[in-house]
């Protein structure tokens, strides 16, 4: 049974995703992760980002990893571990820019259907249920106000020592949904068969209970 859980930024899919694949004892999978590594090297090798061509032919050219380490996921470029480097605004903004390139996508679902084809995944990210694995078993949609999305980021940030400014990660966040939802390739949209789950208001802890059941009452 495979898993699918798509929603927009900020919407805790990651967290969420980590504590079921948790819990069934599944391979979570991040495929956000994996846009956010072709951004960064592009970042770091000072490539035009508007060149859709050069990006494509990077992805194609290089190896991105996801490995599982001490029971966390960690993120490749070749042998580099950019786990940590991949969260940066500046590289959430440029992953949802590569993101929207068709030659990109193509190649990411040729490698994250490889990555599923062990069974059991948990896979988060924009296009799931809808493109990447359309016969998941349980497909989840998991959304939150755009402020209450912020505000999730905002503490994140802060618990890690970083302060940022709400209204500017909101606005962020709103620019980063804008370009996915409006892509012309496998855009973020809620697949006909998901379930939607608003965790506004919700705790984690809730929110993976909840899921829980979904994944009981459908498997
Ligand atoms: O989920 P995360 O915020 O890490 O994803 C970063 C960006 O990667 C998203 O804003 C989106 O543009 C892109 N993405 C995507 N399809 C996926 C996962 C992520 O387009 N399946």
Known sequence: MNIAIDGPAGAGKSTVAQRVARQLEYVYIDTGAMYRALAWAVLQKQLPISDENAVSELLKNNKIG???QAG????FWNEIDVTDQIRSPEVSQSASIVASYGSVREQMLVLQRELAKQGNV???GRDIGTHVLPDAKVKIFLTASSRERAERRWRELREKGTETDLA???KEIEERDRRDTQREVAPLRQADDAVLVDTTGMTIDQVVDHI???CERTG
């Open 66 to 68: 996801l490995v599982r």
């Open 72 to 75: 966390q996921q960690r993120v």
């Open 122 to 124: 948990v896979m988060d």
């Open 168 to 170: 500017e990660l909101q």
């Open 212 to 214: 829980l059941q979904i």
